[in-house]
């Protein structure tokens, strides 16, 4: 087989995989990732709705990888910053994304310049947790709003940066302590979908080794997919079905808000 047409199955195959899994954050509900992302995406788009008008919004992406969620927030935000690991980033970034490079523990931007800052899917991923959140209210404006989510139960995954899973009570103590205020934390899903979730997700990681990163098997992502598909659909009906009792779910929501300039206390340093 040629190069060129190895380079047109290849292309074939990540459309065939893109409409059956969907991309990321949207994946299909035949995605081992359904039930990460459903109530994600659910959620950002509520709070969306609840942040400041276009002509005057800051947003702050802490962790931002590729900016997944950027599509979600550019029409409410006049600047968007994504800050992570210069790796990590988008590499010849073209949409209105301002990058740079640094860490949750040390924010290379000025006190008080962000309305809002979105924090998701990281918090179990830095080395420093109280230190990340606190950079984080240093850099929120008086009344800005931090947003995203935490994994509640979820297999180790990006080893070996996967430090902690979070109950919505220690998530509530850590922020608290922070200094965070009018602290508003939901769980998405139940039992159910958090169980489809572990069972799929573990079908698709590959194999934990020493000095070697974790990846997802993209074969198998496809290959499984219909019964993924049937055990995601089953954990929604048994969690509708079961009600919520609020005890095991796959993330934890969370929302807190800085209320007046008098709750800023700023170290000197900082």
Known sequence: MSIATKGKFKSLLMKVYTLILGRHPYNTVLSFNFHNVRHIIKYLKKERETICSKAECVLVDVGAGASPYYDIFSPVTSRYVAVDMKESLTKNENRSIEQ?????????LENAMADIVLFNQCLEHVHDPLK????????LKPGGKL???VPH??????????FRRYTDLGLRQLLGGAGYTDIKIEGSGSVYSATALLITMDWMLTPRKDGVSQGFSAKKALLLSPIVGLINILGLLLDFLAKDKYIAFPNLMRYTKILTPESRILTPES
């Open 100 to 108: 740079i490079y640094g860490f949750a523990e040390a924010i290379p």
């Open 132 to 139: 990340s959140v606190a950079e984080i209210y240093r850099i």
């Open 147 to 149: 947003i995203g989510s």
């Open 153 to 162: 139960i979820s297999p180790v995954h990006l080893e070996p940066n996967d």
